[in-house]
């Protein structure tokens, strides 16, 4: 249905506000499925996850795969991270339109010295805080939202300093307004984003033909791994997959960064194959059945 992007400084009330909207959109709909993304999901360290521009760029890195995972027409998707560069919240707003979803931002507007003394009273407490290095670089590359941007668009801002965060603040029925409307010919004042062609026809295969291909190529990895481990060095013609496939001949011992390497090196052939032709399998019996074809060619007799 919908992507929530909270937004904000660091110690601003974002985790506060996603859990309110979630509250206040569970109460309008009974049946509605919210979820929550968030760095606490995946067990990452604040401090560790923002330390350095590459723990960063991971961070950003496995919730954005996360909420592309997640996003669809049936379920609400609140991301509750930082969400401070526009150039991200242009990525999450490309994920929303490839989906064909209503989007919409909340901002917790809040000023740099109640952030800062949050903070500190979260340390006092033994809650979980930032370094303060760490945290004056977040709050010096903040870039705040702005209406007028496509992917900042529509804005609903919170003001945590000057008023509790609850389920039933203006800005938060606001949003959940916007986002449980029912739309029909008169309705102007929700918009639903439309994929592109490119996206709209190829987005679906594509994700399931690079997740079977992925899971695919790992179990014949792991079969040739246990398969060595049991003959102990001896010879490992005709190692069996699952019924119907090729069997794996092998003349010798194969170690598993060289496995590895020749599946990195399959996947990678498979997607430049699929940009001009045909897309990946879908399918795991075909997947593996490639994967086997091609490591016979390699290894084989």
Excluded at 38 to 50: I, P
Excluded at 139 to 167: A, H, M, Y
Aim: hydrophobic share 35%; net charge neutral.
């Amino acid at each position: 249905m919908a992507l929530v992007v909270i937004c904000g400084q660091p110690c601003s009330g974002k985790s506060t506000a996603a859990t309110c909207l979630t509250e206040a959109l569970r109460d309008s709909e009974t049946n509605l499925a919210v979820r929550i993304i968030n760095e606490a999901f995946f067990h990452l360290d604040r401090n560790q996850g923002y330390a350095n521009m590459t723990a960063e760029k991971n961070v950003r890195g496995v919730l954005r795969s996360e909420v592309d995972r997640s996003v669809s027409k049936e379920n609400i998707v609140i991301v509750d991270s930082l969400n401070s560069i526009k150039g991200y919240r242009y990525e999450l707003w490309c994920l929303a339109r490839a989906a064909g979803v209503r989007y919409c931002v909340l901002y917790c507007d809040v000023e740099e010295s109640d952030c800062r003394k949050w903070n500190e009273d979260r340390k006092e407490k033994g809650e979980a805080a930032y370094d303060e290095d760490i945290f004056e670089d977040l709050v010096r590359r903040f870039e705040k939202p702005e209406s007028r941007n496509r992917w900042d668009s529509p804005l609903f801002e919170l003001q945590p300093s000057k008023d509790r965060i609850e389920k039933s603040s203006p800005a938060i029925l606001d949003a959940v307004s916007y986002l449980t409307k029912k739309i029909d010919s008169k309705t102007r004042d929700v918009k639903v984003l439309q994929p592109t062609i490119a996206t709209q026809s190829g987005r679906p295969s594509e994700a399931n033909s690079l997740y079977e291909l992925d899971r695919a190529t790992q179990e014949v990895m792991n079969a040739i791994v246990a398969a060595q481990s049991q003959a102990l060095g001896g010879p490992l013609n005709g190692i069996s997959i699952d019924q119907g496939l090729p069997t794996i001949n092998i003349q010798s011992l194969v170690g598993l960064p060289e496995l590895r390497r020749l599946r990195r090196t399959f996947i990678k052939l498979t997607g430049q194959t699929s940009l001009s032709g045909p897309p990946p399998p879908a399918d795991a019996a075909s997947a593996k059945r490639m994967f086997v074809d091609y490591l016979n060619r390699e290894l084989g007799v």
